[in-house]
């Protein structure tokens, strides 16, 4: 939502299209799990009296829309893309599988999973979790608004200091708001990587795969 408050910032899609585009170029295969919050979040749904399952799929729907948009941002930098969904959406997109998802990466596609994992009760990190393992990626890259793992919330406590890696039996043990649990643990169990990083920062995608330490490595 960029700087408007809510939907889709014009300036910021064209931000993340620009530097995925730059990341794709060093020969980097992206899978793209978004989020949409900025949308509707179905668990504050909930709350406000939206039965959790409506509301989880109507924050799933949300998703979808956002990957529109970065698929159609992608484009237009001559990117090819292609938005796989959890549920199925033909034409929207394609229903989601596996191999098709890998077949795609290796003809130089960025593939954008969206409807989480199609379930509720579900997060969308449990979905990044999920396809990341299913693809078999190197790393989960979780782009967020502050440049890593912290001992605090750093925009409420201004102590906090920064990990500059840490193990998940860290994260569970200090009770580390990183991202939910069921997706932290498939990430341990499966023995997948975490990099936390600030996504706001333009330029911030591409050093992070030129290896330098501006956010927070999770790890076993």
Known sequence: MGKQGHGIDPERLEDYARQIKEVQE?????????GGGNIFRGLSGSQKGFDRVKGDQMGMCATVINSLALSSALGAFGVKSKVMTAIRMEPIGEFYS??????????GYVCIFSAGTGNPYFTTDTGSSLRGIEIEADVMLKGTRVDGIYTADPEKDPTATKFTEITYDEIYNKGLKVMDLTATTMCKENNLPIYVFNMDIVGNLKKVMNGEEIGTLVHN
């Open 98 to 107: 596996k191999w098709k998802a890998i077949e795609a990466l290796e003809n």
């Open 26 to 34: 060093m020969g980097v295969q992206i899978g793209i799990v978004i």
